[in-house]
């Protein structure tokens, strides 16, 4: 099925143009002001990125993809790739690959640590896990949405983060929910690998161990690799240093988190939990343009659970297709099972049931970007 041309920033009215025009420079300004001390060179650069989202044309620069749009305003790009760009023109501007005092350092890291607090991220995880129910189809049902919810958690938009990581009324607020047909494939017999790749590090990735966890521990999984970004993007997306943070602020909460990071480690010094990532995550390519190798490892996978807003932008071409379009269809070019645990965040959904987004548009204007509602789909084959 072919998908529609991709958003773009160009259209006033629409998020993506909002995003570009007052979300970025926001975040811009309030990473810039959380940074560690830095020289002239680094402001210098962070000031010649600020002017040019706000009236500046992209300029020439090392990144292939960027060729097309070179010239172009901000407010007049394929959105995906805006965004993409701008989080890899900010480690540009801040020398993050290169040799300087703020070399490989993490310019979101303030941001992130704050979530690693007790009462918060650990609190969560141990609230989830002390609340899903002992049996094993139950309990990974349950800890499915854990995962899934923990998405609203999200630093680089407070709109959905502001509702926290539980699910609100679920009745309602899950328009479609995958998650018992998602456990009985997983059940139906012992399954080699399953691949999660992740989204937002915090509370998000903490619930995504415990669903590890337990897909190791006692639903029949052999191995489990967790997907993060090669380098610091989108500020709360996890790389691999945010796995390390994550146990040992699990190490410091109450005993089930205590006890979840415990068994963490263990399944990582048996090789049954793997922490692996790819070039493309942080690309501006969408999942029907998976590279050879990447997708050849996908398809090795009995399931892979894709996590999070952008991944499911990914995966759906960031195009606006009627929401009531199948997903199996819009997805036919992954290739494996997965499912999509996602909170919505960006005007891009799929598979919904006849009148189910004109439903959520009368409880909330901004359904399709508030973070409030969710869904859990799959393609299982």
């Known amino acids: 099925m072919d998908a529609p041309a991709p958003w773009r920033t160009s259209e006033p009215g629409t998020f993506a143009h909002d995003t570009l025009r007052v979300r970025v420079p926001e975040i811009l300004a309030s990473t810039r002001a959380r940074l560690p001390p830095h020289p002239p060179d680094v402001a210098a650069a962070l000031d010649e990125l600020a002017h040019e989202l706000v009236g500046g044309r992209l300029r020439p620069r090392w990144d292939a993809a960027a060729a097309p749009h070179v010239g172009h305003s901000w407010l007049d790009l394929p959105w995906f790739f805006a965004e993409s760009f701008f989080y890899r023109r900010l480690l540009e501007a801040t020398g ?12 979101f890291a303030a941001a992130k640590n704050d979530e690693w607090r007790p009462d918060e991220a650990p609190r969560r995880c141990a609230d989830a896990l002390d609340a899903a129910p002992a049996g094993i189809a139950d309990r990974l049902r349950a800890l499915l949405h854990a995962s899934l919810w923990g998405n609203r958690a999200d630093l680089s938009y407070n709109v959905a983060r502001h509702l926290g990581s539980h699910s609100g009324d679920a009745d309602s607020d899950l328009l479609v929910d995958d998650a018992a047909a998602v456990s009985a494939f997983v059940l139906a017999r012992p399954r080699r690998h399953v691949v999660l790749i992740a ?3 915090g509370t998000e990735l903490l619930m995504d161990l415990a ?3 337990h897909l190791l521990a006692t639903a029949g ?7 993060v970004k090669t380098h610091p993007t989108f500020v709360s997306d996890a790389i691999t240093a945010d796995i390390d943070a994550g146990l040992v602020a699990l190490r410091g909460g109450r005993p089930a988190a205590a006890a979840l990071a415990e068994r963490v480690r263990a399944w990582r010094a048996q090789n049954r939990l793997r922490v692996d990532t790819h070039w493309f995550y942080t690309s501006d390519l969408f999942y029907p343009a998976l590279p050879p190798e990447l997708h050849t490892t996908l398809a090795a996978a009995d399931l892979v659970v894709l996590k999070g807003d952008a991944n499911y932008r990914r995966l759906c071409s960031d195009a606006p297709w009627p929401p009531e379009t199948p997903f ?10 997965l499912v999509a645990l996602r909170t ?3 005007e891009v959904v799929v598979g919904l049931p006849p009148g189910a987004a004109a ?11 508030s973070g409030r509602f969710a869904v859990v789909q799959a393609r299982l084959r």
């Open 211 to 213: 669903l590890a966890d």
């Open 328 to 337: 199996t269809e819009v997805v036919a070019h992954f290739p494996t099972s």
């Open 344 to 346: 919505f965040k960006a």
């Open 96 to 107: 993050y690959f290169g040799q300087g005092a703020l070399a490989d350092v993490d310019p």
């Open 359 to 369: 439903h959520a548009a009368t409880r909330d204007a901004r359904w399709m970007v």
């Open 221 to 227: 999984v052999e191995r489990v690799s967790i997907h």
């Open 199 to 201: 989204d937002n590090a």
